[in-house]
């Protein structure tokens, strides 16, 4: 019983979070506060990755970019 609490409270959770993405612009041009506020738990950092935890349990992992300052602007110029 307690499994099927947790699961329509993470299918409520991500039921909002759908519709508060629906009610956002379909392309983001700039950093949103609100949005990472609203949608984001916690950020993790490792050594070569991050693990992004949304507020919806959904957790996603990025792999590490190495980009070097030197490499950046070379490729700005």
Known sequence: MT???ERDGRRQRIGE???FLEKQA???LAYD???VRRLV???IVYE???TVEFKSGLEIDVEKL???M???FSVRQ
Do not use: P
Request: glycine residues 0%; hydrophobic residues 35%.
């Open 48 to 50: 070569e990755r991050l």
């Open 17 to 19: 979070m759908r519709e």
């Open 3 to 5: 499994q099927d609490a």
């Open 70 to 72: 030197t490499e950046f």
């Open 26 to 28: 379909n392309e983001l």
């Open 41 to 43: 738990e916690k950020i």
């Open 66 to 68: 190495e980009l070097r």
């Open 33 to 35: 506060e609100q949005l």
